[in-house]
Structure formats: structure tokens, C-alpha cells
């Protein structure tokens, strides 16, 4: 199959582009490589899948739109797997137009360049919809109706417009509410990578709300598998209802965050010094999914443990972060 994968050079989009490859099939990536975070990073891992004859790779903005319908008219795809989009719940209270451009307008040119030519469009939605729901574990059917960041109100709204999508030209689209992603080749901006990296360089890690949080971290590998599972799997319409799904991609285990730091310690063999901060605002206090739906149609259950994935984070942390650190100071540093 020929697969396009939006943000491929994000932390989900590379893991996901690189096992569709090792897999066989034509992967198509795009990415506007923003700076949002290190741009580096992101092209690292845009390396790793150009080292594969069947990738191919063009960089521009999904809010471009005639760009992108250039590219559907010109290139035909039997799969979009949209994972692009201005992340972070942060973010979202200080450059909110980012999150207009890249995840409506960005969203709705993507929705307009599978009309009628694709068989499956799979997009990134996220456990933040589910805002101040107070109902645990949090199940696709609950309220979502009371987001506590604009991040989170842009990622609701993906889901209205793919359903009325669905539902006016029968485009058969899954939504996918990720739950706290983390592993080799992440984020910087996510807690965990900060965590690791204060503490390799001695500094203190800030702790919000005073520790007092749970989360559904969930390892990339797992929600790789579940992604290729569905992959295959288009939603059919049933009676009135276009065919059209969201199904909640967590571990289903939620862990308290201090659980959490605490393994992440036993890995690195040094305790973390902690700044005890008062929760910020766009934040929740857990995060718990619902999966039986997603068990019953594709068969996927996480398999990966905290301990087994924080592991494989600091160990690709220190065999690829610490080297490029030492040769970029070096490269800055004047010979004495």
C-alpha cells in the first residue's frame, strides 16, 4: 500500500513511518519541521527514514492548502494516517493561532484531500478532550464537552469536522485519543524527557501539583501496533451512521506520576531533586483509558511495562542525546 503519514518527523509519525516501512509499504511523509521544539531532533529522525528506498518526504504546512491538493491530485494514496498538528496543552494559552492554522484550517485541508480518494483516513485526537470529566476510566462515549485548554477544544472540534466529513461524503475516518505517549525519539517538551534530562544534568525536575496526578503513559510501540491494526480495518456504515470511529489508545493502567519519577531514578541510579508546584492551568489530575472497544476490533492490548519502556527511553536518551549535546558544545566552544 502507499501510505501518506503527516508529521512524519514527529515523535509518533517517525515510529509509525518506520514500521510501515519495515513492513513494505510505500510511505509518503510530509512535515513543516516548525521549531515549536528542537528542530534537530526532528530531523534525526527524518534521517533514520530516509535511509529507506521506499519513503518519500516533502516539507510544508498542512494549513497550505493548495499545496496539499496538489499533492492528493498528484499522488494517489489507499491510506492517511494525519498525525500533524500544534501540540502541547501549555503552548495552547500563549500562541493560539498556531493551534487554528495547523490543527483546524491544517485538519480541514486534510479532510478535503481525502474526499473521495481515500479508503481510510486515521487521525491523532488526544485524552485531553476528555477536560474536566470526573468519570474514570474515561470511555469514547463520555461527555467531552468541557475542555480546559484550547488544545484540547481544537482536538474536539477534529472530531466533529471528520464526522460530518464521514457523514456528507461517506469517507471512512477513525480518531484515535492518544494517552500520554512516551519513548525513544519523544519530545523534549514532554514531562518524562524533561525529567530524565534534569536529572542526567543535575538540576531539579518540577513536580505539579505537588505530585498529585496520575497518567495512562502509554509506550510508542503499543500505540504503533494499534495504529497499524486499524489501519486495515476502515469503519462500514451502519443503518444511519456514516462510517465513522474514535477509539481512546492508552495503556489502561493508569500510574501516580510519583511512581513514575521513581522508576525513572531506579533507571538512572540518581534521586531527582523535586520543585513541588501547584497544578497549571490547562492541566487535569488523571488520566485513565477506556480500551475494551478498541480490544474487541482489533484484538490490541498494551504489553509494554513502565519499567521496560522508561528503560528504553534513557538508554536511547543517553546513546543519542549525550554525544550530540558534547559535539554541539564542542562545535561552539573557541579552541584554548
Known sequence: MTILVTGTAGFIGYHLARRLLVDGHQVYGIDNLNDYYDVRLKRARLGQLMTFANFEFDQFDISDGARLHTLFQQQPFDRVVHLAAQAGVRYSLHNPQAYVASNLVGFANVLEGCRDRVSH??????????????????????????????????????????????????????????????????????????????????????VYNHGH???????????????????????????????????????????????FIEIIEQEMGKIAQKNWLPMQPGDVPATYADIDDLTQAVGFRPTTSPEVGIRHFVQWYQHHYRPATKSIRQAVTPAT
Not at 501496533?225 to 462510517?243: F, K, M, S, T
Request: glycine share 6%; aromatic share 14%.
Open 121 to 206: 483516513l486515521v487521525y491523532a485526537s488526544s485524552s485531553s478532550v476528555y477536560g474536566a470529566n470526573k468519570k474514570v476510566p474515561f470511555a469514547v462515549g463520555d461527555s467531552v464537552d468541557q475542555p480546559v485548554s484550547f488544545y484540547a477544544a481544537t482536538k474536539k472540534s477534529n472530531e466533529l469536522m471528520a464526522y460530518a466529513y464521514s457523514h456528507l461524503y461517506g469517507l471512512p475516518v477513525t480518531g484515535l485519543r492518544f494517552f500520554t505517549v512516551y519513548g525513544p525519539w519523544g519530545r523534549p517538551d514532554m514531562a518524562y524527557f524533561k525529567f530524565v534530562q534534569a536529572i542526567d544534568q543535575g538540576q531539579p525536575i518540577d
Open 213 to 259: 496526578m496520575e497518567r495512562d503513559f502509554t509506550y510508542i510501540d503499543d500505540v504503533v501496533e494499534g495504529l497499524v491494526r486499524l489501519l486495515d480495518r476502515p469503519p462500514q456504515r451502519q443503518a444511519d451512521l456514516p462510517p465513522c470511529k474514535i477509539y481512546n489508545l492508552g495503556n489502561n493502567q493508569p500510574l501516580p506520576l510519583l511512581k
